[in-house]
């Protein structure tokens, strides 16, 4: 195989990173408050560009005065972002793009989707992550389309700090500028220091739960396979890891990707580790001569996943959104598709959160609600995970209790599977699905309890009542004031109810 002559340095930069974050980065006080009054010259100032520049696109064409500023270039990255139509059409409901605009940044098409675990069944679905969006092409428009409107871009200007007042927020970025906005939105991503202060003032660590490592890469000399990889398995638990694996075909080639979810033990490996492990099983997985394999791009790095997520507001005037504000889920980390059906309800909150002034902590925080079809989907994050600390009796455990899952799911309608896949956790699905789970093997799953423990299980049990309660709360008639509107969507989205009515 191979590889791009920088491969070892960027993975070296990375393994660099996860040792300050493993350690503990600091949580900084990068935010801080004063009683000044004065003067906004902005509405709004977005800090991360990648994903904040949906948002930003979306409040500029209501009228908004919106400022990004990025620490970089403003530009998509050339490996694609693999996502559904039906989650692509957000883009037309506000009027970003048009259909003929939306149909340019998708480069490569195809279904099925294959899942499969090791020993077990293959389950395929239709329409799930399988338009490849190109994020260059993407973000090409939106930035053109986005300064015609009228808005505002600092490229190579990073954040550095920020004042909440009464009245405003103040920010400094990294080359010494100051602005002012009645709003600052944090697009930060996972690492964003905005989001670390907010967790350590709210809730006492900005420590995470557990981890997702993944690498891959973009390869020519694979199998033009017409379908891909959702979610597959081909080997036990390797020494104290499950791996995971997808595969999309690419514009140019076909992309693979080997990921596992991880806790902070400290026998954890770093992206070293796991990049040798892709280069060791990525050919089999493939079936494929490993001299035959030439990397276009490598892509690798490891998402933190928090519990107390969304994360909470912690001040008047600032929200962490995207990947800053934990809106995806624990087992896709898949920031974009997240933002993406978020993103009309996002727009259209904020719009009347600008409007009638509802910029206060309270407030915003109707923005960031709690989800709990996001909360079940951490008890199958928890099994996903192998345990470092204990030596596996059955190394195929996750592979069976997996392939349970989809087995079941394979005999309900094919939305259940599709829905689950695409995140969107819904309590009829879920609840049928974990019936027949018990009926079919009860013995199995009597030991994912034993190895979950009795407390995950009871977390678990909140969710799954909630997640009912939303599921009946949904159905009342949305109220016509800001934060009654706010709260509906929050019991909509909360129910897996995805788009808005």
Known sequence: MRFPPDTQAKIAQIDRFWDQFRSGLPAGDVV??????????????????????????GLQQQGYKVLILERGTLQGREQEWNISRRELDHFLEPGLLTEEELNQTIVTTYNPGRVGFHGGGTYWVQDVLNLGVSPKALLAILKVKFRQWGGQIREHSSFSRAIVHPDRVTVWAGDGDRYSARLLLDCMGYFSPIGRQARQVLYGHARPDSLVWVVGGCAQGLPALSWGDLLY????????????????????????????????????????????????????????DPATIEFLRVLGGFFPAYRTSPLGVAWDRVLSIGDSGGNQSPLSFGGFGAMVRHLPRLVLGLTEALAGDYLTRSDLQTLQPYQPNLGVTWLFQRVMQADKQRSEADPNFINRVLDLVFREMSELPPAVMTTFLQDVIQLPALTQTMARMAFAD???????VSQVGLKSLWEWLGHYTLLGCYELLEKLPPPSDFRGKRQWEGWSFGAGRDQLA
């Open 442 to 448: 009860p013995l199995l799953v009597s030991q994912v």
């Open 32 to 57: 801080t408050t004063s009683p000044e009054r004065g003067t906004a010259d902005l509405d709004v100032i977005i800090c991360g560009g990648t994903l904040g520049l949906l948002v930003g696109a």
């Open 233 to 288: 398995t081909f080997t036990p638990i390797e020494g104290g890891e499950q791996y995971f694996w997808e595969a999309f075909p690419a514009q140019d080639a076909r992309t693979t990707y080997l990921f596992t979810y991880q806790d902070f033990h400290p026998d954890r490996g770093g992206l070293g580790a796991l990049f040798q492990t892709y280069q060791r099983l990525m050919p089999q997985y493939q079936d494929s």
